[in-house]
């Protein structure tokens, strides 16, 4: 069974350009989450998708938005990109069953983006 | 915010030696678990924890609840050179479809 796939690996950008990153999950998880890591702040909690549905989003700027296709498949979008911006942003999947609590999150290699 | 806090930030063993990390978090929470991340890497599942256990064994791995402290801890038994990496515990966020990861304790094990 393929694991959670994230493209690109590597992305450059510069200041103010806006940016698209993608996320496979596993063959039947409907649930996607995003996360962004920074060594200053750590795994921040993006937003999490179920079914084309967003549940949660953390604390975030307008400017990070993301959605969830039929297939299970996932986007998130930064627009008018900061230095800050500068993180690997990481997709997870969870299982087939709906998601609440305790279930366990299978990581993609995430997307390293470097804002210039 | 971050609901786990790991303790210590970095921890540097010998081959063979144990390491322990400790997690604490704010909430009452349902489990806690703790995930491995190989340097610039996707984060691997370790271990879960039930908010009715105190303890928990996978392979050299033993994880440890205490709810009435609000801490967790992950000891690795004879540690190996391929067991560096970065360890954190997280938490499911009260409202649900949220996991909180801590800052993580990156282990350095020399061989």
């Known amino acids: 069974k393929a694991g959670v796939t994230q493209t690109p690996r590597y992305l450059i950008k510069t200041r103010g350009q806006q940016v698209t990153l993608s996320c496979s999950p596993i063959s039947g998880h409907r649930s996607v989450s995003w996360y962004q890591q920074t060594p200053g702040q750590g795994l921040q909690f993006l937003f999490e998708y179920f079914s084309e549905t967003q549940r949660n989003k953390g604390n975030f700027p307008g400017r990070f938005s993301g959605r969830q296709f039929s297939n299970s498949r996932s986007e998130m979008n930064v627009s008018t990109l900061e230095l800050g911006d500068s993180a690997l942003y990481l997709c997870?999947?969870?299982?087939?069953?709906?998601?609440?609590?305790?279930?366990?999150?299978?990581f993609g290699s995430g997307t390293q983006l470097s804002v210039l | 915010s971050q609901q786990g806090e790991e303790d210590p930030q970095a921890l540097s063993i010998q081959e063979g030696e144990n390491a322990t990390m400790n997690c604490s978090y704010k909430t009452s929470i349902n489990n806690l678990q703790w995930y491995r991340q190989n340097s610039g890497r996707g984060l691997v599942h370790l271990i879960l924890i039930r908010s009715n256990e105190r303890e928990k064994h996978s392979g050299r791995l033993r994880v440890t609840l205490d709810t009435s402290k609000k801490s967790s801890s992950l000891l690795i038994t004879a540690s190996r050179a391929a067991d560096t990496a970065s360890y954190f515990c997280?938490?499911?966020?009260?409202?649900?479809?949220?996991?909180?990861f801590g800052a993580g304790t990156r282990l350095f094990v020399k061989a």
């Open positions: 997280a938490t499911d966020d009260t409202g649900g479809f949220k996991t909180i």
């Open positions: 997870a999947s969870s299982s087939p069953r709906d998601r609440g609590f305790g279930e366990k999150l299978f």
